[in-house]
């Protein structure tokens, strides 16, 4: 497996190292951002001259990857890309694919009711290392506009319509769904036995729990509640449809629904984050402070007064 990376690098390495989950992982690094397409080339002395498979990293799905480098080999282009369907492309760009698979053209977000199909692509592609060719060296590079159009002009892409799920995971809302869809496939709450639940507190099915995760009296967990290892939860706290990571604190009687919580983050006592807030790693939230729908708060601020309007805060 070889990891494209540029933002965070670092943290990516330390945490995935060279074989995590039993896996042989290689680093492709961008000095700059390359785009879709320059990464790919960036990585061409690390492909061994074979047939390869290119995922998107904010993609979850459960794709049958044999039967989509099946139909790519019994195609015999040089490219197959995954379709998912979607009751509006108009977020994403719809496809177009004539009576073999292949691609004809591409339609980005289309209007309502003007989409050709509503197929999409999935971020998942089967390319053949002749495609490399089609990539320009040291540059950032759409692989979906500068690339798939010659590919397709030529009659050398193809699409593969896949079932099953299918998300994309790169905002907060559709994560928090992911979360979500995952926890509902276990057939519980997962507490792991190192996890410290007070007697009186209440956690409500699916949650899952890291190491040392404390949590105190009279608190309500759940239900979709993720919480990653040295989460200290206060007393009297609610949390929902939320994400808690690794060494966060929220103190007692605060109060967490659909939202992401950074790395050791500290929300203080009787504080509100509401619907689709995202707090980075390392912010500190003061007591009392509210925080409305819709606020992304970037790593190591402090908040002392609420924010009651959807903005960023720098």
């Not at 999935?122 to 390319?127: D, F, K, M, P």
């Not at 053949?128 to 759409?142: A, H, K, Q, T």
């Not at 896949?162 to 276990?186: F, M, Q, R, S």
């Not at 790693?281 to 708060?297: E, H, L, R």
Request: hydrophobic share 40%; charged share 25%.
């Amino acid at each position: 497996m070889v990891l494209s990376v540029y933002y965070m690098a670092e943290s990516m390495v330390r945490y995935l190292g060279p074989t995590k989950y039993d896996l042989g992982i290689l680093y492709s690094r961008e000095q700059r951002p390359l785009g879709t397409g320059g990464p790919i080339k960036l990585a061409k002395d690390m492909l061994n001259g074979e047939t390869f498979l290119t995922l998107n990293g904010d993609i979850l799905t459960d794709l049958d990857y044999r039967r989509l480098v099946s139909f790519h080999r019994e195609k015999g282009g040089l490219a197959t890309i995954a379709l998912v369907q979607v009751p509006d492309p108009s977020r994403y760009g719809a496809v177009e694919l004539d009576w073999e698979g292949r691609i004809t053209r591409f339609v980005e977000k289309p209007e309502p009711g003007m989409a050709p199909s509503n197929l999409i692509n999935a971020g998942i592609y089967v390319l053949e290392p002749e495609v490399l060719d089609y990539i320009p060296d040291g540059r950032r590079v759409s692989i979906e506009t500068e690339v798939f159009p010659k590919l397709a002009a030529e009659r050398q892409l193809h699409g593969f319509e896949c079932h099953g799920y299918w998300t994309d995971i790169g905002v907060p809302e559709e994560y928090l769904n992911a979360n979500a869809a995952i926890l509902g496939k276990e057939s519980g709450s997962s507490g792991n036995e190192n996890a410290n639940v007070n007697p009186t507190a209440t956690v409500k099915e699916p949650c899952i729990f890291g190491d040392n995760v404390n949590i105190g009296a009279d608190s309500v967990i759940g239900p979709n509640v993720s919480m990653m290892d040295n989460v200290h939860i206060g007393k009297g706290v609610r949390i929902e449809n939320s994400i808690i990571f690794a060494g966060a604190s929220i103190e007692d009687y605060s109060s967490v629904r659909n939202a992401i919580i950074g790395e050791s983050a500290v929300l203080e006592r009787w504080v509100k984050v509401e619907s689709g807030s995202l707090i980075g790693d390392y912010v500190q939230i003061i007591d009392g402070v509210t925080i409305t729908k819709g606020v992304s708060i970037c790593p190591s601020k402090t908040v002392e007064e609420s924010i009651l309007e959807p903005k960023q805060v720098m």
